[in-house]
């Protein structure tokens, strides 16, 4: 499975359409925005909708994003009318000897023995090398559940890394992660590298806790023939307990902080501050400004603190 998408490169926004973005979300999505129109990138947009879904969210994260004069340069991805995709990319492992099907649940996981040197929450093989009378045994005892098995890929378990843009070199050991979960829905480490591969998208920018991800999607890429990435992992936005924001934390989406009397220029005057190029000259009122001042060299590597404003 090789190729990508003709044209110049690329990079995505890929928000999962399960409800309002949150203003770190936002930053992400604007940060992906400023990258690409610095670079001469296309700016995509993926929609992610294989999992949570609350209807409506796609429409209306993509009309904040207007609203913030950000508009992808094509029409959305969708995930959910690319199965087939997904599906073929599989079998292209499969012929090569690289998948295998796992009839752990998540508590068989978390109770088995760590491979030594594995870190925590690895796979630790255990349907991994199962006779044929061991996997029809374990298929009969789902099947009687209702349950299918999961999809692995084969990997060789070692440590490999891939190069950020902030953070440097990142590694990570590649165990053998899911395919295709056990409920039929095709696991994010695929789809993702499948449709960068597709769109033509050459530079990821998202949150730094996606990190450790990236050489599993690496390590598929070049598995599938798929040219990897460049990578640049931002700092998150965390609440003033220094713990990931979440909407549970006040008014942290858009709409919530435009009720509060936020205004757009409001909003990327809080974007310059929280990367730390508030001194950086001009200040920012839209994002034409943050496109112009996004210094992604003088970024502040540091999560950004949000508090919420207080109610009106």
């Not at 992400?28 to 925005?33: A, E, H």
């Not at 000897?97 to 093989?125: F, M, N, T, W």
């Not at 409920?183 to 996606?210: C, I, P, Q």
Request: glycine share 8%.
């Amino acid at each position: 499975m090789t190729g990508s998408a003709a044209g110049p490169g690329a990079g995505r926004f890929a928000p999962s359409p399960s409800g309002d973005l949150h203003i770190g979300n936002i930053r992400s999505g604007l940060l992906t925005y400023a990258r690409a129109r610095q670079t001469g990138r296309r700016f995509l947009w993926r929609i992610e909708d294989l999992d949570r879904v609350r209807p409506g969210s796609a429409e209306s994260q993509l009309a904040v994003f207007a609203e913030l004069g950000v508009r992808p340069d094509e029409e959305p991805l969708v995930q959910s009318e690319r199965l087939e995709v997904y599906a073929r990319a599989v079998e292209v492992l499969d012929e090569a000897g690289l998948v295998y099907e796992c009839y752990c649940s998540r508590k068989d996981i978390a109770q088995a023995p760590s491979a030594p040197h594995a870190p925590p929450g690895a796979y630790p093989g255990t349907c991994r090398n199962l006779g044929a009378r061991e996997r029809d045994e374990q298929r009969r005892r789902l099947a009687a559940n209702g349950r299918q098995p999961a999809l692995r890929l084969r990997t060789d378990n070692r440590e490999h890394h891939v190069d950020d843009v902030i953070l440097g070199r990142v590694g990570a050991v590649v165990d053998d992660f899911v395919l295709r979960r056990g409920d039929g829905v095709f696991a994010y480490n695929l789809t993702v590298v499948v449709d960068d591969g597709a769109s033509g998208v050459d530079e990821v920018v998202r949150g730094d806790d996606l990190a450790s991800s990236a050489p599993r999607q690496a390590y598929l890429a070049r598995l599938l023939g798929i040219r990897e990435p460049e990578w640049v992992h931002v700092p998150l936005v965390l609440n003033s307990e220094r713990k990931r924001l979440a909407k549970r934390d006040g008014a942290v989406t858009y709409q919530q902080l435009c009720a509060q009397g936020w205004t757009r220029a409001d909003i990327f005057a809080w974007m310059q501050r929280s990367l730390g190029l508030a001194e950086a000259g001009t200040e920012w009122t839209d994002i034409d400004a943050m496109v112009a001042g996004a210094d992604f060299d003088r970024l502040d590597r540091a999560p950004a603190i949000f508090v919420p404003p207080e109610p009106a």
